[in-house]
Antibody, heavy 121, light 112 residues
Framework: QVQLQESGPGLVKPSQTLSLTCTVSGGTISSAGTCWTWIRQHPRRGLEWIGYACYTGDTYYNPSLKSRLTISVDTSKNQFSLKVTSMTAADTAVYLC?????????????WGRGILVTVSS | DIVMTQSPDSLAVSLGERATINCKSSQTVLPSSNNKNYLAWYQQKPRQPPKLLIYWASTRESGVPDRFSGSGSGTDFTLTISSLQAEDAAVYYCQQYHSLPLTFGQGTKLEI
């Protein structure tokens, strides 16, 4: 079973850019069909899909965040990353990386444990 | 966006009893092109990420106990946990993958 681990800062100042990385182990990030996903969970709230990058090189973003997002894959490091610009307090959340088996079957069968990102000056 | 609404928000069920959680989508998640409902269920325990239980509305993920079952079609779905165990206390989420953006229900907290 593939394992995922998020890394990055736990504290970001308002207006700054958040950069997170998810390291994949136990499998290759270049697996055919796979889409590498970012999801966030606001405190005491539910889950919000941020977007994903698929093995084809295509990326798909939540329209509510699209103008601020970049998701990219680094096959040489078996990692994928998330950048969110212009962070505000409303972006405070646990950020989780996950794997969708394919674009046509995008449930999430492997998850990282998540990283809490707080936006505060 | 497809809005997913779960009911109830929370429920308490005794050990060994049956728990039923409902999920309703604002649009059908059953494409006319095939016979599969694009609906998944997850279990989340405190300080853990969600765990996939069911996909295609009724297919159990490998390793998930058979007391967990999913049913429904179109816009109305149910997760049933028969013979509740103590370790089933968690928050349960449904998720549609019929169309982007992918969306989740608000969650149902199950207490024993």
């Amino acid at each position: 079973q593939v394992q995922l681990q998020e890394s990055g800062p736990g504290l970001v100042k308002p207006s700054q850019t958040l950069s997170l990385t998810c390291t994949v182990s136990g499998g290759t990030i270049s697996s055919a069909g796979t889409c590498w996903t970012w999801i966030r969970q606001h405190p005491r709230r539910g889950l919000e899909w941020i977007g994903y990058a698929c093995y084809t090189g295509d990326t798909y973003y939540n329209p509510s965040l699209k103008s601020r997002l970049t998701i990219s894959v680094d096959t040489s490091k078996n990692q994928f990353s998330l950048k969110v610009t212009s962070m505000t307090a409303a972006d405070t959340a646990v950020y989780l990386c996950a794997r969708a088996p394919s674009k046509a079957a995008d449930w999430f069968d492997s998850w990282g444990r998540g990283i809490l990102v707080t936006v505060s000056s | 966006d497809i809005v997913m609404t779960q009911s109830p928000d929370s429920l308490a069920v005794s050990l060994g009893e049956r728990a039923t959680i409902n999920c309703k989508s604002s649009q059908t998640v059953l494409p006319s092109s095939n016979n599969k409902n694009y609906l998944a269920w997850y279990q989340q325990k405190p300080r853990q990420p969600p765990k996939l239980l069911i996909y295609w509305a009724s297919t159990r993920e490998s390793g998930v106990p058979d007391r967990f079952s999913g049913s429904g079609s179109g816009t109305d779905f149910t997760l049933t946990i028969s013979s509740l165990q103590a370790e089933d206390a968690a928050v349960y989420y449904c998720q549609q993958y019929h169309s982007l953006p992918l969306t989740f229900g608000q969650g149902t907290k199950l207490e024993i």
